[in-house]
């Protein structure tokens, strides 16, 4: 299974998962449960390997199965991240999980058809290997093992590359959905959340065929069960998530620096916590900038310091030691808004960024909180 949205930034948070490669520049991550499901796939392919190949060398040929199959997923991911890439869609990596994987592209393609384009990639790729696979099989001739592998090759890419294109999000299809609504209506938002409904139609639909099957199979009936909760609950997710975002892009033209800010008060390096604090209520400033001697801005002190610290403590306490060094991505300008202010917090995560006029000259502060208070309304 396998879905191409926006994710976090690389540089973040350690990530969950164990870097394998950097194909074609794109760094690729496995995530721990992989092994869990590798040696799931491994024990229920074995008994079938085990008719043509004595134990255990049996064993290794199922674990190169169960390999092969999450080389497949990565090619899936691949073809979304390179057509993504041809249009300047920046990939941050591929992801290698328990349901398959996820390209974790930056921005939203900005047509309609290049939504397709980059959404249609995965599942075209992987029918032509369940082709290639078929063919393979038709026309050359080769041992039972193998015959054995690419069968159960050629069938999983068939199924990774039909189940895709279920026309839901976050499912490649619903990602096709969207492109087709957006083209029709012309509005991104509109199709994103007609995409987002029809994703939870096709979790609900993927929860009752689990129900059915387990009912009309002869074995492995809670197993079809689980498996098919675990399916529907990741598409219900994602699509209540796409939603969820959809809503958020909509307030990002609304976000303005110069009306979110703080006013602040400048204090000197050597000024106790205790006085800053003191001049900050009293100018009505929700935040305290520390400044040198020629006046300049160091640092910006952290709320979540100041509110740590008892106030017994706050006067021997310098301000300048509960301050963050203004690195030049916490400097944005005041006029500052929308897609521009996002993509500025994105490249440098902080607590409270420094907002200064064309001048130069301070303006205020920008709180992170104060933002996604804004997106938390949605």
């Known amino acids: 299974m396998a879905d191409s949205a926006p994710r976090g930034d690389e540089s973040g948070p350690a990530r969950p998962g164990i870097l394998m490669g950097r194909p074609f520049g794109i760094p690729v991550y496995v995530s721990p449960t992989w092994f869990v499901v590798a040696i799931v796939i491994t024990v229920m392919f074995e008994p079938q390997v085990a008719e043509h190949v004595h134990r255990p060398l049996s064993y290794v040929v199922a674990l190169a199965y169960a390999i092969l199959l999450y080389a497949s997923v990565l090619l899936h991911e691949i073809g979304h991240s390179v057509v993504a890439r041809c249009f300047g869609l920046p990939v941050r990596a591929i992801t290698l999980h328990i349901l398959g994987g996820v390209s974790e592209i930056e921005q939203e393609p900005r047509t309609p058809g290049r939504e397709f384009l980059v959404a249609a990639a995965g ?12 063919v393979t099989l038709v026309l050359v001739p080769l041992p039972a093992v193998a015959v054995l592998l690419i069968q159960a090759l050629t069938i999983a890419n068939l199924i990774v590359g039909v189940f895709n294109l279920l026309p839901g999000l976050p499912l490649d299809g619903g990602r096709i959905v969207r492109a087709a609504v957006w083209k029709l209506t012309g509005r991104q938002r509109t199709a994103t959340v007609a995409a987002g409904w029809a994703g939870r139609v096709v979790a609900v639909a993927v929860l009752i065929l689990g129900a059915v099957l387990s009912v009309s199979g002869d074995g492995g009936r809670w197993l079809t069960v689980i498996w098919a909760a675990l399916v ?26 110069r009306a979110l800010a703080r006013r602040a008060v400048r204090v000197p390096q050597s000024t106790p916590l205790a006085e800053a604090v003191r001049r900050a209520q009293e100018a009505g400033a929700g935040a305290i900038v520390v400044v040198g001697h020629d006046d300049d801005p160091l640092g910006i002190v952290s709320e979540t310091a100041v509110i740590a610290t008892p106030e017994h403590r706050r006067p021997w306490v310098d ?44 303006y205020g502060v920008l709180a992170a909180e104060d933002i996604s208070k804004t997106f938390a309304r949605a």
Do not use: C, K
Request: overall charge negative.
């Open 123 to 134: 599942p075209l790729l992987s029918l032509v290997l369940g082709a290639a696979g078929y």
């Open 232 to 257: 529907a609950s990741f598409i219900w997710v994602g699509a209540g998530e796409a939603i969820r975002v959809a809503r958020i892009r909509d307030r990002i033209p609304l976000l303005n620096a």
């Open 319 to 362: 301000a300048a030691s509960l301050t963050r060094t203004l690195d030049p991505g916490m400097i944005l300008p005041a006029d500052i808004s929308g897609e521009d202010l996002v993509a500025a917090i994105s490249r440098a995560p902080a607590s409270e960024y420094l907002l200064v006029e064309p001048t130069g000259e301070l």
